[in-house]
Structure formats: C-alpha cells, structure tokens
T-cell receptor, first 113, second 112 residues
C-alpha cells in the first residue's frame, strides 16, 4: 500500500509570494491533517479536513488555508509569505473514523527568502 | 506551561543499551498517546499508539502511560545504531479531534 505523498518536496519562495502544497493520503483514508515543523516551535497543528470539510483548526493566521477534494487529496495555501513561514510542512493521513492513527508524509520543505 | 514537555536531549548511548524516553503533559483530556520516530530530513514514523494508562509492547519497544501522574515513556531494549533519530511524543483527546499535540522531540544517538 502506498504511503502518504507530498509535492513538491522542496520549495524556495520570496517574501510576499504565495505557495500551494499538495498531499495525497493513503488509499482509503479520508482525513488529512497539516502540521508545521520548525526548530523553535516543533510540530504545530494547522488544520484537519474530512470529507472536504475543515473539521479542526489550529492557531495560525488566516494566511494559512486549505482544502480537500472529493478524492481526499488536500492542498494547503500560504499567502503573503513571511520569513518565519520557512518550515517543514507535513501532512498526516488517517481513516477519519475517530480515535485512529495518523501517518505522516515526507513533508515539503519551504524556504522563504 | 506547554501542554506536552519533552527533554530535547541530546541523548547518547552505546549499542545494546536500554533507552528511556519520557514526556509529561498537563491536559487531563488527553486520552491517546503516541510515539513517533523521525529520521533527519524525513517525516515522522508512527512507532506506538496507546489508549489511556498501561503498557504496550512491540518488539524492542515498550510504551508506558501513567495518567495519574500525566507521564508517558518509551523504552527501547537492545538499542541499535539504526535507532538513532529524533523521538517525538504526541497526544490528543480522541474522538473526532485530530489535533495532535507534540513534545519538542528527543535526539537519540546509539553509538556502535
């Protein structure tokens, strides 16, 4: 069974630009969660989507948004990039039935210059 | 106070040693507890997933949860150089709440 895939793996952007990251969950999984990982703050929850609806949300500004498609693939968008947005962005896939494990993808490393 | 506290290490042990990794948490609503292993430049890999208090064993790994003291542990027996990685504890309240709250991670090096 294929794991979670994320594209692209690496991105370099400049301040003020916007970026879109993509995540394809494990086949049959309907929940996708997004996390930001930085050396200073560790792993922080951004949001979770299930059946194309945002079900849970973390404490990030509105510049961070996401969506989920009918095939469970998800995208997250960051607008008006800031230097502090440089991080590893991880998505996690789960069945979405409640109380089930989350499996992470390899991440997208975003560098903002 | 952070919701999940984890000693960042680094921790260095000789091959074959027993390793103990620990986290404490503050939120009594947390019911599910996980340990992830993350190699450099990779995504976290789920090692152990437990519910409430008690022990769970999987090969060389044992996860222990003590809800009365809000303390979670991961023990690695017969540690190998391939165990060298960052270990992250995580927890959530379960149900349809998929937000995982993570510790900062402990960097472990197992020396041959």
């Amino acid at each position: 069974k294929a794991g979670v895939t994320q594209t692209p793996r690496y991105l370099i952007k400049t301040r003020g630009q916007q970026v879109t990251l993509s995540c394809s969950p494990i086949s049959g999984h309907r929940s996708v969660s997004w996390y930001q990982q930085t050396p200073g703050q560790g792993l922080q929850f951004l949001f979770e989507y299930f059946s194309e609806t945002q079900r849970n949300k973390g404490n990030f500004p509105g510049r961070f948004s996401g969506r989920q498609f009918s095939n469970s693939r998800s995208e997250m968008n960051v607008s008006t990039l800031e230097l502090g947005d440089s991080a590893l962005y991880l998505c996690a896939s789960s069945l979405g039935r409640g109380n089930d494990e989350q499996f992470f993808g390899p991440g997208t490393r975003l560098t903002v210059l | 106070q952070k919701e999940v506290e984890q000693d960042p290490g680094p921790l260095s042990v000789p091959e074959g040693a027993i390793v103990s990794l620990n986290c404490t948490y503050s939120n009594s609503a947390f019911q599910y507890f996980m340990w992830y292993r993350q190699y450099s430049r990779k995504g976290p890999e789920l090692l152990m997933y437990t519910y409430s208090s008690g022990n769970k064993e999987d090969g060389r790994f044992t996860a222990q949860v003590d809800k009365s003291s809000k303390y979670i542990s991961l023990f690695i027996r017969d540690s190998q150089p391939s165990d060298s990685a960052t270990y992250l504890c995580a927890t959530n309240s379960g149900g349809s709440n998929y937000k995982l709250t993570f510790g900062k991670g402990t960097l472990l090096t197992v020396n041959p």
